[in-house]
């Protein structure tokens, strides 16, 4: 009797919530209705059909659907996935989502045998494995400017982003978007920048809105990664990119002096510099020292000229995000192209 009673309080409670944003009214009829199951039961007996609901432009045609809709407008993270907390508008996307990208060791049946990715389903599985080898062939190429890419996914979202013709203004700063709701988060930015900062709960760093936030979070919440190659433990997938580039990547620059090989040009001048000539390559910004690798003046500035530096790296993360705001193009990790 108890769980009767307390299910009956908690439907009442949610049909109060489903009247405070729609109308139960039979259509054919114009009858009104105090809930949605009178409403179902009057459409079937006096109808011969399903009653139809409209809500934000959307027909519903059940209670269950109807609800999470609603729930998802009233709370935008009712249904959140709490491993990488991306939102969805419902309980069935957000359950697809989880069992496709969170999948439990029981659940997974495809494992890629060329990086840490596990799959549910086969066909997911071959369309990755069609990308390793399209990827091997260089055949995911852009075709206006020539770039290759990793998987036709980032491809499709390069052209996108680069090559697509605007088609949004903002009539405040002038800024072009491809996608309307870019344009959109953008405007709402211009209006109430603040409600949409958002806070990371792990390093209570502050981003500029939820693309920003979830992009971060994902390195807390996906946890560390395995290099198959040399065994070494990355904290996140982004180290783990970027540990595969330096460390196992093809090293086609090579030292005249010494016959060392390096995977970047700028490595490779930074060693003969240090090495070898002796060259001055970069200057402290707050005195006159000078240094032949930009990471021992960064040590030295972060160490001698904290103030400044702290200042100065600030400032850089700002004008960085504005640069890579959604809808400006900048959107793409340099991991996800390959280097020509």
């Known amino acids: 009797m108890e769980e009767q009673e307390k299910r009956r309080s908690e ?106 990715k596990v799959f549910v389903r086969e066909i997911k599985y071959r369309k990755h494995m069609q990308d390793h080898e399209d990827c091997d062939r260089d055949e995911i190429k852009c075709e206006y400017c020539g770039k290759l890419y990793k998987s036709r996914h980032i491809l499709y979202m390069h052209v996108r982003n680069k090559h697509a013709e605007p088609r949004f203004v903002c009539d405040i700063c002038a800024k072009a978007f491809v996608m309307w709701s870019e344009f959109i988060k953008h405007k709402q930015e211009h209006e109430n920048p603040d409600q949409l900062k958002m806070q990371c709960q792990h390093c209570l760093k502050w981003f500029k809105n939820r693309q920003y936030w979830r992009q971060h979070i994902r390195l807390h919440v996906v946890g560390e990664v395995k290099c198959e190659i040399c065994g070494r433990m990355t904290p996140n997938r982004v180290a783990y990119r970027s540990h595969k580039k330096n460390a196992h990547g093809d090293r086609n620059h090579k030292c005249e002096w010494c016959g060392k090989s390096f995977t970047k040009a700028l490595t490779l001048r930074e060693h003969v510099a240090s090495r070898h000539t002796g060259a001055t390559l970069y200057s402290c910004s707050f005195c006159p020292k000078t240094f032949n690798s930009n990471a021992n003046m960064h040590s030295h500035q972060k160490k001698m000229h904290p103030v400044e530096w702290l200042a100065a790296k600030t400032s850089k993360e700002t004008s960085k995000a504005k640069a890579r705001e959604p809808g400006s193009g900048e959107v793409e990790s340099e991991d996800d192209s390959i280097d020509t």
């Open 11 to 116: 439907r009442a409670a949610e049909d109060k919530m489903m009247r405070d944003h729609v109308t139960f009214g039979c259509i054919p009829c114009g009858t009104t209705f105090d809930t949605y199951t009178e409403l179902f039961r009057h459409s079937r007996v006096e109808h011969k059909q399903k009653p139809v609901v409209t809500c934000c432009g959307n027909r519903y045609h059940n209670r269950p659907r109807l609800l999470q809709h609603i729930q998802s407008v009233v709370n935008p993270v009712a249904f959140r996935c709490e491993l990488c907390f991306r939102c969805f508008k419902s309980n069935y996307a957000r359950n697809l989502h989880c069992a496709e990208m969170h999948p439990t060791e029981d659940a997974v049946k495809f494992r890629c045998d060329r990086c840490p």
